[in-house]
């Protein structure tokens, strides 16, 4: 029930709004400049709008920004909103769901014609964002608008590795960032998502929104929304993440199998705003240490990967081991490969999810070894060229998903 | 003289022939006994073999992080092995159930003591296929862990785990079949203490490491600038 999601210091405040809109989650902890910038911005949307904004510590809204304006545009409302702000005791991504949630349920309580939550820390997200995400679903009729982020070539690599490779090949468009987390979304889709017939989308409706967008034909676009500034990798927690990102995308892959399996190949999705571009970047990053990581894998791992991966795999990652860092290099097709036998395991239940998503950890390091070393001096259009193929290459190995999806104990290459 | 010898005979044959009519219903009960455990016993492993055989039983066992079972049964399959586990624990059952229609005191108090320590065996095998899990898991979870964090000596330290819960699961089984109590709490305590010694050891040659690794770390970072890794995986 949608009350479960609603905290009960909120429940009272939300019960005394009529209706509204179009409901806001802000994740980050504003200060009183920020949360002023996000009024200001919200108040250029056209049209008598009510919006109601869920804050996770709304003491720091100003007093007047707290009260209903006057006159016309668009009337802002603050509630302060517990699940909204940053949980300590939970993961990220657990948390960002359980947000996602609560906001769902604030909006079928309201009758909000669209949602929008921004996640990223607003001192690196300009406050305008919030207004290009939700423009082209109030106003164009699009039900999901996900954020295109300026690319930086060593960020984001979980998803430009996996995720939004697998989702544009599994449900066929081309999306920069199917996980957000900065999303504007439509009444259609969040009741989708959280209805009474979405219950199975309710665990992780973060990667639960653009596969059922795309497979119950509701229309997605992409805003160009700028730079996005990513907080430092965590290297003795790289595994952890691994299982919070990777296991609802293969859950929603489970779910969707019916719709995914009758796509083929991909096609680009409206987007709005102006594209922009990065400085070129010379960082340099340290290879060796993913290497060893994925050296040792290969050695203390095999029995586990015998489990999920087909022989000519395991053969293929033990010819790898032999090459020198400078030789280093996984092909695309052979990691498309790795990443669909780990979802069929997943699925399959081959061994416990958490063992399979976090026994890939030193795969995913050998990926990012041999694409840091060949991107290292790449410009932003290289980076471009070699990720589209790199997602080419899961358009190119689908059958063999398909396949092993489908016969997982007769087709075993 | 001849009278009393025929006597005698005629007495010990009267003693037999009532002897063996007071045996034979039992020994056709046990005769039955037998044949219908024999006929139930190979009904159900055709069930058990058959659930199991649906149930992708074999695959799982592999997935639970049991890849060597295929190496106890001799038909290399776990399920034929569970099944036939389950029949010969039912003619077993029609044995003792044949053997107590004797209603000889020596035989039911032999079923009785037998019966009697049935709950022993399954308490000790519950105990061991515990046992067996929990190793099994824990050796993984370790194994995995350590790799990811690039411990050297993962592989080690995965196997004493899987050694320390499983001497202490067997240890735990011995105590419950009531086997030798004394002589199993010897020597799982020196088991014990023997891996836990390993283990101390393996953490600590790899701490080793780890240590000479980070101060390296340090004194290099007081001469020289640290570099940030730009690397961002979410």
Partial sequence: MEGDFIPQQSLEKIEQIDAADLVVGILANLDHESVATVHEALRTLHGDLRIVILLGDASSVPAQAGSPSSGNGPQLTFVSWPPIGADTSGTPMQSISAAYLSLFAAGRRLGAQAGCIIASKLESVPPQWVCELVQPVLETGFDLAVPHYVRRKFEGLLNVSIISPLIRCLYGKRIQNPLGPDLGFSRALFEMVSGSDGNAHRIHPLASLAPVAICDNLRVCQVHVGPRILPPTDWTNTSSLLVQALGPVFLAMERNAACWQKTRGSIPVSGFGEPLTASHETATVDVNRLLNSFQLGNRDLQDIWGLVLPPATLLELRKLTRLTPEQFEMPDELWARIVYDFALAHRLRTINREHLLRSMTPLYLGWAAGYAKEMEAADEVAVERRLERLSNAYEVSKPYLVSRWRWPDRFNP | ????????????????????????????????????????????????????????????????????????????????????????????????????????????????????????????????????????????????????????????????????????????????????????????????????????????LNAKELVAKSLERETTKTTTERIEDPLRHL
Avoid: C
Wanted: charged share 10%; aromatic share 8%; no cysteine.
């Fill in chain 2, 1 to 204: 003289m001849r009278e009393q010898v025929k006597q005698a005979l005629d007495q010990s044959t009267t003693r037999f022939i009532t002897a063996l009519t007071r045996l034979l219903p039992g020994l056709v009960v046990l005769i039955v006994a037998l044949l219908i455990s024999v006929i139930l016993a190979w009904i159900l492993a055709i069930i058990v073999r058959r659930l199991l055989v649906s149930i992708r039983f074999d695959q799982r066992l592999v997935g639970w992080g049991f890849p060597s079972t295929a190496e106890w049964s001799p038909m290399k399959s776990p399920s034929v092995l569970v099944s036939r586990f389950v029949a010969a624990l039912v003619v077993l059952t029609g044995l003792l159930i044949g053997v107590s229609a004797f209603d000889a005191e020596l035989t039911s108090l032999l079923v009785r003591s037998v019966f009697a320590y049935v709950p022993n065996i399954l308490g000790a095998l519950l105990v061991l296929l515990a046992g067996i899990i929990i190793a099994r898991f824990l050796a993984r979870s370790v194994l995995i862990g350590a790799v990811n964090m690039n411990f050297q000596y993962g592989r080690l330290l995965s196997v004493g785990v899987k050694w320390l819960v499983l001497v202490l699961a067997v240890a735990m089984a011995l105590e419950h079949l009531r086997i030798a109590s004394g002589i199993v709490e010897l020597a799982f305590g020196i088991l014990f203490g023997g891996i836990v010694l390993a283990l101390s050891l393996a953490v600590a």
